[in-house]
């Protein structure tokens, strides 16, 4: 019993810590999002060394209402050398249709049309956009989802980021600006929440990549095997970074934030990309169980106001409301460093969209946590410890395979039978419904 204060002061003294730690994360995002985001390149082309080209992979699966405009920004980027590689699974596909009539009013432009793609393993992603790799003729591979908007120089911020130490560019997630709170939602989470962790994690060199936007060197993913190494991993994003750096390369973000334009936006598809996000840190980076949670705001600040009652008697309820305070004024100044112009909605619109993303995320982690198997419409994912994924027999019992601990990653044998089982499964994804499609390739 003489103990046990003791350990409590011991907590409260590590929580206080860990909250001091927070706000490091919070400088560190806003002093180097304003030095990088943004920044305008000066390093132009020379006769001696020209602009590399680019082999563009585009995934297509289903049309949305502003698909077209999105396609259409990469066929007027101001770049002199690059190829444009659609790739389709369904032959039925509407997006073939779309992306036949852009090749016809750009025929300027090199695209191709890769219609069937390849079964190298679970992941839908790699399947559909293998063929065009394989095919791509340039040094540098760019990977970009079907939603994703380009300005007119992005792609040669992205190049001119890409010195002789690195191997991987990528940008940093955030949105264009669209009407509705659904809209307002995902534009506070991009700027906010997912900017913090993706900018500081870029300065103290983490893996923090996201594969909806990036440039690689072709000759690195072929020297780690292709692309169908990663066919086994739902989230190959984050394995071909942690490969990459594996061989010495380094990587970085971009100056500019991927424009994510995509014309279904509603809170409940967000939110399950959201929830199956959080499945995949967890199964990759079991930490997250722990610090993911007491990193979020009201967790944090409630901790943080006990510590500082119990340590410095402090008034709880003023220090829990002043950090509160202190939260909302840093993620509005960064998310304008961010946004880097006038913001599409109000300070009260903000407010109501940052307290519903604070309130909601801790419960939509714990969802995460309490149904670890990843589901699309017929088709179930499972996720080994480490990231390996295999997708569940249809007659298995939803019960047992949705609440089941994740288990440990396999053997290099074990996983290499578990990518050739999951190749003959492939075939499955042409159930899936356009959109459903859709929104699985561009998570």
């Given amino acids: 019993m003489s103990h046990s204060p003791l350990a409590v002061y011991g907590f409260a003294a590590c929580f206080m810590i860990f909250w001091f730690g927070t706000w490091c994360v919070h400088l560190i995002a806003i002093c180097y999002g304003k030095y990088k985001l943004h920044k305008k390149l000066c390093k132009l082309p020379t006769e001696s060394s020209p602009l590399p080209g680019v082999s563009i992979l585009k995934p297509l699966m289903g049309v949305d209402p502003n698909l077209q405009h999105n396609l259409e920004t990469f066929f007027t980027m101001d770049y002199p050398l690059y190829e444009l590689l659609f790739c389709v699974e369904d032959k039925h596909d509407p997006a073939?249709?779309?992306?036949?009539?852009?090749?016809?009013?750009?025929?300027q432009?090199?695209?191709?049309?890769?219609?069937?793609?390849?079964?190298?393993?679970?992941?839908?992603?790699?399947?559909?956009?293998?063929?065009?790799?394989?095919?791509?003729?340039?040094d540098f591979v760019m990977i970009s989802d079907s939603g994703i908007k380009m300005k007119n120089d992005t792609l040669l911020d992205m190049v001119q980021n890409m010195s002789e130490r690195h191997a991987l560019v990528h940008q940093m997630p955030f949105t264009s600006d669209r009407e509705g709170f659904a809209a307002t939602f995902e534009k506070v989470f991009f700027g906010t929440v997912q900017s913090r962790i993706y900018l500081s994690a870029d300065v103290l060199g983490i893996n923090c990549h996201t594969g909806m936007s990036c440039l690689l060197r072709k000759a690195v993913i072929d020297q780690l095997g292709g692309l169908r190494t990663f066919g086994c991993y739902l989230a190959e994003d984050f394995f071909i970074a942690k490969r990459v750096m594996e061989l010495g390369w380094k990587m970085r973000i971009s100056n500019q934030p991927a424009l994510q334009n995509s014309g279904l936006c509603d809170i409940a598809s967000f939110q399950a990309?959201?929830?199956?996000?959080?499945?995949?840190?967890?199964?990759?980076?079991?930490?997250?169980?722990?610090?993911?949670?007491?990193?979020?705001?009201?967790?944090?600040?409630?901790?943080?106001?006990w510590s500082a009652s119990l340590l410095f008697k402090w008034d709880p309820l003023g220090f829990y409301l002043v950090h509160i305070l202190c939260w909302l004024l840093s993620d509005w100044l960064l998310l304008s460093i961010v946004q880097h112009g006038s913001m599409p909605f109000g300070k009260f619109e903000f407010v109501i969209g940052w307290l519903f993303r604070e309130l909601t995320g801790p419960y939509l982690f714990l969802h995460a946590l309490w149904n670890p198997a990843i589901r699309w419409r017929t088709r179930t994912f499972k996720l080994h410890w480490g990231g390996i994924a295999y997708e569940l027999p249809l007659n298995s019992p939803a019960t047992d395979s949705l609440?089941?601990?994740?288990?440990?990653?396999?053997?290099?044998?074990?996983?290499?039978?578990t990518t050739t089982t999951n190749t003959t499964k492939g075939a499955g994804l042409g159930t899936l419904s356009a959109a459903a499609k859709q929104r699985l390739l561009i998570s």
């Fill in 273 to 305: 990309r959201l929830i199956r996000w959080a499945k995949l840190r967890v199964a990759m980076v079991p930490t997250t169980i722990l610090l993911e949670p007491l990193s979020e705001c009201m967790i944090l600040g409630a901790l943080a106001a």
């Fill in 109 to 138: 432009i090199d695209a191709q049309l890769f219609v069937g793609g390849s079964n190298v393993g679970v992941n839908p992603k790699i399947n559909n956009i293998h063929p065009g790799y394989m095919a791509a003729k340039y």
């Fill in 96 to 107: 073939i249709k779309l992306v036949e009539q852009l090749i016809e009013k750009y025929p």
């Fill in 403 to 417: 609440t089941a601990p994740l288990q440990p990653a396999p053997t290099l044998l074990a996983s290499a039978t």
